[in-house]
């Protein structure tokens, strides 16, 4: 069965600190990656999405940065956090093969804190 | 564009009552929809999801959402509610061209004892 981990599980970071939250997916190969950024515990935020190694799409420009180096790798990144960064960063993956079978599944959150 | 709504922020029933949160959606093409449960601090958990055929589709949990093609929703039922249902629910549409996924703003469920 698949899996998707998340780490940390929370962070604290000052402002101008660089930022980096991985995520890693187990039993599938080639999955589309997410990075959601979750604010005031409600809507959902799409950040990156992934459909293959070093292929990002971005969706909101801002100073955050994505990479997929490995195939079930995604890696969020920002050089110098602001305090508008404070929020619940989510990773998801889906099979991406077929729309009819497609799904998200979300991995565990990561609570990051700028102060 | 692909959208879904969730009407209403916040849901409160008592136990042992049936439940609905309401979703409705925007899309071209042929709908896949998608519903969500969030507990505290964790990520979304994958509830049902309807893709064709019958349109009362079961999921996890006991809970069940009605596709209405007419009306252009796809509520979430369940017909007894429990305190541990509390949580927050969304909504999903899946982009049929792209590899996208459009989630409502999310609804509160609150289950009173």
């Known amino acids: 069965s698949q899996t998707i981990h998340q780490w940390p599980a929370t962070l604290v970071q000052p402002v101008g600190s660089p930022l980096s939250l991985e995520c890693t997916v187990e039993g599938t190969s080639n999955p589309n990656l997410y990075w959601y950024r979750q604010a005031a515990g409600r809507g959902l935020q799409l950040l990156f999405y992934?459909?293959?190694?070093?292929?990002i799409s971005s969706e909101v420009p801002q100073n955050l940065s994505a990479s997929r180096p490995q195939d079930r790798q995604f890696i969020l990144s920002s050089k110098k956090l602001l305090l508008s960064d404070s929020g619940f960063y989510l990773c998801?993956?889906?099979?991406?093969?077929?729309?009819?079978?497609?799904?998200?599944?979300f991995g565990p959150g990561t609570r990051l804190t700028v102060l | 564009a692909q959208s879904v709504a969730q009407p209403e922020d916040q849901v409160n029933v008592a136990e042992g009552n049936p439940l609905t949160v309401k979703c409705t959606y925007s899309v071209s093409g042929n709908p896949y929809l998608f519903w969500y449960v969030q507990y505290p601090n964790r990520g979304l958990q994958f509830l049902l999801k309807?893709?064709?055929?019958?349109?009362l589709v079961k999921g996890s949990y006991g809970f069940e959402a009605e596709f209405n093609k007419s009306q252009t929703s796809f509520h979430l039922k369940k017909p007894s509610a429990l305190v541990s249902d509390s949580a927050l629910y969304f909504c999903a549409v899946r982009d049929s061209n792209f590899n996208k996924f459009y989630f409502g703003s999310g609804t509160k469920l609150n289950v009173k004892p």
């Open positions: 998801a993956w889906s099979d991406g093969l077929a729309v009819s079978t497609d799904t998200q599944y």
């Open positions: 309807y893709i064709t055929g019958d349109n």
């Open positions: 992934s459909v293959g190694i070093g292929q």
